[in-house]
Each structure stands twice: as C-alpha cells, then as structure tokens.
C-alpha cells in the first residue's frame, strides 16, 4: 500500500531548552542591570561610578547565569542518566516484566489491551530504551537537558539584555537618569516578553505584561533602598 504524503506541522516543543534560557537571561539582564543603575542612581553617585556599576553587574551577571544553568540543567541531565542506566539494566534483567509494565501504560493511555501488547513489543523489538525512556520516564531527545546549550544561552542573552539599560546610562542626562533608566528597561522588557510570546506560540499581551510588571517592582524597590542608604550616608 502506498502511503500518502506526510503532513507536516510546526511545533515549538524544540525550543522549549533555549528559550526558557535566553528568555531568562535577557530578562534578568535587563531588570538586574537596570535595577541596579536605578538603585545606584537614586544613592546620588555619579554618572561615571554608576556606569562602572552597571558594567561590573553585566560581567557577574552574566557568568553568574551561566554557571548557575550549567549546575542546574547539569544536575538534570545527570538525573536523566542516572534513570535511563537503571532502565537498561531491568530491561536486561527481566525484559518481559518491562514490556507488560509499557503495556500497561498504553493501556492507561487508552488502547486496548491486546493492541497495546503489540505496540509494546514492537517498540522494544525497534528500541526498547528509547520507548521506555520516552513513555515511562519521559525522557526525549527534543526535551533532554543540554547543560552547555543553556550555560551558553543564559550568559549571551543577560549580556545582551544588560546592555540596554547600560546603553541608555552612557546616554541620558545626569539629572534625568532615573526615568529615562526605568522608562526604557520597562519598553524593553514588554519588546522581550512580546517577541518570547510570538516565538513560544504564547499570548502577546500576557507575556509583556508579565515581564513588565516584575520589572518594574524590582526597580521600584530598588531605587527606595537606594534612596534610603543615599539619605543616611
């Protein structure tokens, strides 16, 4: 029998590694350098000493979140090995008691008890870890932790981020410094949450509102602490 053409569909479950990391790394990148300016700022120090600052935050910063993703998604990934050796080793120890424990997952899945028997054993005949890893563990290739992918992504898009508000510093007047900081970290932040939204197939609105918001609470607080020790001294 000849088959028909294959229908072919966009999903962006592949992005879901990089996004989540680029997304978080720009986004703190934005609000902590521009949190951190706001705050420095509103302590009354210079236009000089706050870009220094802000230029110190962007290199903590942004190994911080490289570091911090390797360890984390590390951590996953060493997980995710630790399961899949397990499941070989059952597999080699008592591959029949695999398979009817795989049956009965299609069978909670809703196939029939007879049809869910042979898709588990001809998964397992083709690739027996790869179906246990991908039904009973979920584990798959399109969502396994790539720690270096997102160390890589985090550090790039918080520098990236950063940037931008420290661009705005190295540009706007000393006397305005402070709105025209938060003004524009507050744009920048809903261009982020809008574009993550479109890319992730989520909504527009609700994705720059949240970023927005956040955003602008760390920097409401910050400057208040930043005024408040500028006060004391």
Known sequence: MKLSHRHTERHRTDRIGWLRAAVLGANDGIVSTASLVVGVAAAHSSQGSILVAGVAGLVAGAMSMAAGEYVSVHSQADTEK???????????????AEQRELTAIYVTRGLKPGLAQQVAEQLMAHDAIGAHARDELGISETLSARPVQAALASAASFAVGAVLPLAVTALAPAQGLIPWVSGTSLVFLAMLGVVAARVGGAG??????????????????????????????
């Open 82 to 96: 630790a399961d899949l050796s397990r499941e070989r080793a059952e597999l080699e120890r008592d591959p029949a």
């Open 204 to 233: 527009v609105l609700a994705g720059a509102w949240r970023v927005t918001f956040w955003g602008a609470l760390a920097m409401a607080i910050t400057a208040a602490v930043g005024a408040l020790f500028g006060a004391v001294v």
